[in-house]
């Protein structure tokens, strides 16, 4: 595949950056002891979730408005399809420059980012059950009723604008030898990419997917695109796209210098870290550089200085709850375990001081007698519990198992650095 140089020189991006320093906060970077400590390397967060908006959306799409704006190409307004973070950067942006703005969204979009757009003013139209589906509709509206179509990420005014955010990383630590980013459309990546291999080519860029939507997973490899299946889940909503974008397509392929991919096991487990060691919210798509980096996807030397872009923090509140019970799960943390014992007095009290000796707090206890698995004058006791982490819940499978009783894990984990 002919690799064409893209047309976003540095001075171009720092003139971009300084339009836009009004419009977006110069987000924090700040380094993390203990995940440092962890890692054995020295890591850094990009704080892209505590951006307007929520994310680093409204880099782009503030640099697209005024783009319009200033060549009196933006008709009767805007219009986007979007998951929700380009959505809710679009009418920010939009609502700030005094323009229509008009979002597609597909009918799973969570609700919380469907009605953040509303309240920014924009107009919600809701429609497919995927974002392809939505941009379909979007790129109908927009020509009916001259609205420009922002895309979200295959730009080149909205990839100058998302460097922004590369700009600053490099101004924050211009030692960086690693910037890890998540990869949906690219846009982002493009962007960081960019602004950091124009000032050091030194410096390693890495892009992160999930494992089952990962049109990019081959491309650095043979330049092809991985067809996604349509019925394709990760609750890393943001990235969950499905075609890559042409322009960022040049950009990766000269700026960046791999592409890796994570489960959402992995992906809870980041959410439940991030909120433990920096009391900050990310989003599946916004954790995905952090698990990465734990489950040893991304290899690191203490020499290294890495900064991992937290790009969005508009996860679902909804969600919120099981996506850290998801995460606790998989960490060794959370438990549910069957035990059967003798249904006769002083053996449940015996059962849960068995428990109480290896200091694990209990949740939740659910009996189960008369059933076809249990034997009569037996029952299976259902725990919840919460643990320390693997090593914790093994000592107490194996105390249980030491006195005789029949144990059943209900609540596997997902082992270290595998998909």
């Excluded at 805007?78 to 005094?98: D, E, F, K, P, T």
């Excluded at 602004?195 to 992160?208: E, F, M, S």
């Excluded at 438990?335 to 707090?361: C, E, F, K």
Aim: hydrophobic share 40%; net charge negative.
């Amino acid at each position: 595949m002919p690799i064409e140089s893209p047309p976003l020189s540095l001075e171009r991006l720092n003139a971009t950056r300084n339009s836009l320093r009004d419009a977006v906060v110069h987000t924090a970077q700040w380094h993390n002891d203990a995940l440092s400590a962890t890692l054995n390397t020295s890591l850094a967060f990009k704080y892209e979730n505590l951006q307007r908006a929520g994310s680093f959306k409204i880099r782009g799409a503030t640099n697209k408005i005024a783009r319009l704006l200033a060549t009196g190409a933006q008709g009767n307004g805007v219009i986007a399809a979007s998951a929700g973070n380009h959505a809710q950067g679009v009418a920010r942006a939009a609502g700030l420059a005094g323009l229509r703005a008009v979002v597609v969204m597909p009918v799973n979009a969570p609700l919380t980012k469907v009605e953040a757009c509303r309240k920014m003013g924009a107009e919600v139209h809701l429609h497919g059950t995927n974002l392809e589906q939505a941009t379909e509709l979007a790129q109908e509206v927009a020509r009916r009723d001259n609205l420009a179509f922002l895309s979200p990420y295959d730009d080149w005014d909205v990839i100058a604008g998302q460097a922004s955010c590369g700009l600053e990383m490099f101004e924050d630590d211009p030692d960086v030898t690693l910037a890890v980013v998540p990869l949906g459309g690219g846009g982002l990546l493009s962007g960081v990419a960019l602004a950091l291999k124009l000032q050091n080519p030194a410096i390693r860029v890495v892009g992160v997917q999930t494992d089952t939507v990962a049109p990019w997973r081959r491309f650095l490899a043979d330049g092809s695109i991985e067809e996604v299946a349509p019925d394709a889940h990760t609750i890393a909503d943001g990235i969950k796209v499905k075609r890559a974008g042409e322009l960022t397509r040049q950009v990766i392929a000269r700026y960046v210098d791999d592409i890796v991919t994570v489960s959402d096991n992995a992906i809870a487990e980041a959410i439940v870290t991030l909120l433990e060691h920096t009391h900050t919210i990310g989003e599946g798509a916004g954790v995905i550089g952090l698990a990465a980096l734990m489950s040893g996807r991304i290899p690191v030397s203490e020499r290294d200085r890495v900064v991992c872009v937290i790009s969005g923090g508009n996860v679902d509140t909804s969600l919120v709850g099981r996506s850290i019970d998801y995460g606790l799960a998989s960490s060794g943390r959370l438990i549910n375990l069957s035990v059967t014992i003798q249904d006769t007095p002083g053996n449940l009290a015996h059962l849960l001081d068995t428990v109480a000796r290896l200091s694990v707090n209990i949740r939740h206890v659910e009996h189960r007698r008369g059933e076809l698995h249990v034997p009569v004058g037996m029952t299976q006791v259902i725990l919840e519990m919460e643990a320390r982490g693997p090593e914790h819940q093994e000592q107490l499978v194996t105390l249980f198992q030491e006195e005789g009783l029949q144990v059943n894990t209900l609540t596997t984990r997902q082992p270290k650095g595998q998909a």
